[in-house]
Structures are given as structure tokens and as C-alpha cells.
């Protein structure tokens, strides 16, 4: 068995790729290490020299594909996306479509990916920094996939001219007003800063979040699908949720309001005389 790392960067996999198939090594020879680790089952045995006569013809589409799903972190990350390729270069395109069994993990894994990119816009939660000459507002986002180089660039039209940083425990971007710069470590300076960062307007936010809680339409189940308990902790609202689906479930949705709101007085409603003739 060929046992090959491509560092995790697709354009290296790809080069792997391509110089496999020219020779047409089947998918069932070849291993790619990840995260560092290699295959048990590997061989010493190596590419080729020289480039193969094989020459395949792959459809641009599909190479769009393969380095969408290619951010998925899982069990054979680059075997699948070369067993597909395989399988498209010589004829064989149902590879890419969910009625197969590759085809069917390879659209799961782009709708993790698309998932992840959603989590990405929905959970990060930028705090305002001093005024100095680093990033405006600076996050912390823990992704389960390779989404944040690519999902970032979502951030650049709606902060205007605000420099930012995200922090992840991998990688890191910071747009510095003109350009997106990725870090494939990310610097340790720029977790501490959006680590440690203390907002100054949290109290204000978790204010916002009680009051608008709504026990009696609460559901456990559904909230956790769009809102994963992975993402509670780096929330400024996270350490409320617990407590207020305890008080939901124990008496609390016959109220219909969060429990700061139920105790208030209201206020009497009195008609002017127009309006109480418009009424009769």
C-alpha cells in the first residue's frame, strides 16, 4: 500500500491525486495520514518516478466539490474524495450522487460542511476591543470542520471597515480592513486576546436573553438541533440556557414568559372618548 500525507491542504492531495491516476493506482492502494498519524496497514511502498500515460478528464464541478468537502475532518478524508475521483475518471459518475453508497457519504458530508459554515455566521459572538492598533472586535469559535478560512469571508461586508479576528483552537483569520489573512496555526496571542476578552456589554446581552426567553414554547430537542449544547460554552447567553430549560420544565411554560416578566405589574389601558365611539 502507497501511504501518502498531503499536510491536510487540499491543493497538495490534489497534486497526489493526479499523478496516482495518470498511473492508475487503485484507491484500495493508497493511505493518506491524517492529523499526523499514519496508516497501521502502510507499506514503504512509493509513487512512481515519472508521470503515467493515464490521462483522466475530470469535470470542473467535480473538482469544486471534492475541495468543498475536502474541510470535512472525519475517517478517510482524502481516501473518499480519491475513490470518487477514481471512481468519475473512469466513467463512473453515480460516485457523486446520493443513491450511492460513496455518493451518499460525500453528500453528507457537504451538507456538514454547509451546516458548519451556518453554525459559523450564527454563533460567533464578536467583543469590542480597546481602541489600539490590532482588531476592532475579536471571537472565539470552536468549528468541527476546516470551515473557518472560507466562512469568514462572510463577516467582510457587514463589519464595514472594522478590523476583526477569529480564533479557533487550529486556525485563525484577521482582516485588517483591506485583506482576509488566514493562519493555519492560529498565533497564541490571538486565542489569549479572544479568550480572555471581557465584554463589556454582556451584562446587557444576558438581560436581553432572559426577558425574550419563552418557556412555554421551549423545545429541548429542536433548539439543541439548531442551537448544538457544543456551542453553549463560548456563548455570553450559554450559562443561562441550563437554568432556564430546569425552570421550563419544572412549572414554568404555564407562564408563557420568562420569570422577571411574569411578576411585573401591568398597565390599565384607557380608552379616550373618540375611540370608545369609533368601538360602538
Known sequence: MINLDCDDLFDIWRQQARWLLSHEVD???VSWASEG????????ESLPETQGPFQARIPRTLLDTLERVARYRGDQRWSLLYEVLWRVSHGDRTAMMAGDQIGSELQRRIKQIQRESHHLHAFVRFVATPENEGPHYVAWHEPA???LHSASEHFIGRMGRHRWLIATPRDGV???????????QCPVEW????????????????TYYSHIFNPARLNPKV???HLPARFWKNLPEGALIPG???????GKQQDGQASGIKGRGGKR???ADAERGQGS
Not at 191 to 206: C, E, F, T, Y
Open 27 to 29: 484507491p484500495s492502494r
Open 37 to 44: 498519524v499514519a496508516d497501521l496497514f502502510a507499506s514503504d
Open 145 to 147: 470542520h476546516d470551515i
Open 174 to 184: 484577521y482582516y485588517n480592513g483591506k485583506q482576509l489573512i488566514h493562519h493555519r
Open 191 to 206: 486565542q489569549q486576546l479572544a479568550q480572555n476578552i471581557d465584554d463589556p456589554h454582556g451584562d446587557m446581552w444576558l
Open 223 to 225: 433548539m439543541q438541533g
Open 244 to 250: 432556564l430549560i430546569t425552570q421550563a420544565r419544572t
Open 269 to 271: 389601558i384607557v380608552l
